[in-house]
């Protein structure tokens, strides 16, 4: 499975050294309002995930792999087995979500960087800090989400408190990818992109 770009999913870093790591949706509005979630409380969903996939001692990251790879992998692992026991999202939320992703590849495809930009996460936009630099980042790492042939939805999944929108995409030259957008509610009530990575496609996508 192919990684996300470090930049994007960089929103999900550990906090400055000497903070206490947090848990994402706990009450630290600042952090919060970034989009980050510590590299201590990744590990912990990815060991509780490992657990329940793998048996006991079983791991998805492995050395040097770093949390993020291990993330993107756990999220896709979620597909192949039970997701963990949460309330799933509504139909309210996931007609919100599908309307921001399919905004927000609709922008890509007529090169709208300043519309797509508005979808993102504050914490993705606090990265990249400019429409260009976010745009620049999606034609060099994204290009089958920069220039889509067609699109559909497929499964959507409550992940521990992160939210995971699983899109079919097709790419102009006939290719395709298995996209896992990580979905963030803001305090408004709206939905932005905190994440996306691409994987290959599955044989059957569900």
Same mark, same amino acid.
């Given at each position: 499975?192919?990684?996300?770009?470090?930049?994007?999913?960089?929103?999900?870093?550990?906090?400055?050294?000497?903070?206490?790591?947090?848990?994402?949706? $706990?009450?630290? +509005?600042?952090?919060?309002?970034? #989009?980050? &979630?510590?590299?201590?409380?990744?590990? !912990? *969903?990815?060991?509780?995930?490992?657990?329940?996939?793998?048996?006991?001692?079983?791991?998805?990251?492995?050395?040097?792999?770093?949390?993020?790879?291990?993330?993107?992998?756990?999220?896709?692992?979620?597909?192949?087995?039970?997701?963990?026991?949460?309330?799933?999202?509504?139909?309210?939320?996931?007609?919100?979500?599908?309307?921001?992703?399919?905004?927000?590849?609709?922008?890509?495809?007529?090169?709208?960087?300043?519309?797509?930009?508005?979808? $993102?996460?504050? +914490?993705?936009?606090?990265?990249? #800090?400019? &429409?260009?630099?976010?745009?620049?980042? !999606? *034609?060099?790492?994204?290009?089958?989400?920069?220039?889509?042939?067609?699109?559909?939805?497929?499964?959507?999944?409550?992940?521990?408190?992160?939210?995971?929108?699983?899109?079919?995409?097709?790419?102009?030259?006939?290719?395709?990818?298995?996209?896992?957008?990580?979905?963030?509610?803001?305090?408004?009530?709206?939905?932005?992109?905190?994440?996306?990575?691409?994987?290959?496609?599955?044989?059957?996508?569900?």
């Amino acid at each position: 499975m192919a990684s996300a770009p470090a930049a994007w999913a960089a929103a999900r870093q550990p906090p400055p050294a000497g903070r206490a790591p947090i848990r994402a949706g $706990a009450s630290d +509005g600042s952090c919060r309002a970034r #989009g980050i &979630v510590s590299a201590t409380d990744i590990q !912990v *969903r990815l060991d509780r995930i490992d657990s329940t996939r793998f048996g006991a001692g079983g791991r998805i990251m492995r050395g040097a792999l770093g949390i993020l790879t291990g993330v993107w992998l756990a999220l896709a692992a979620l597909w192949a087995g039970p997701a963990l026991a949460i309330e799933p999202p509504s139909d309210t939320d996931r007609a919100q979500i599908r309307d921001i992703i399919s905004r927000q590849l609709e922008a890509f495809r007529r090169d709208d960087g300043e519309t797509a930009f508005s979808f $993102a996460a504050p +914490g993705i936009k606090s990265i990249f #800090g400019t &429409v260009d630099n976010f745009m620049a980042m !999606v *034609r060099n790492g994204y290009q089958p989400v920069h220039r889509w042939q067609s699109f559909a939805f497929r499964d959507i999944r409550a992940v521990e408190d992160w939210v995971v929108q699983k899109v079919h995409i097709e790419a102009p030259d006939g290719s395709a990818v298995t996209a896992f957008y990580i979905m963030e509610k803001q305090p408004d009530g709206t939905w932005r992109i905190a994440g996306c990575s691409l994987a290959a496609p599955e044989e059957r996508s569900t």
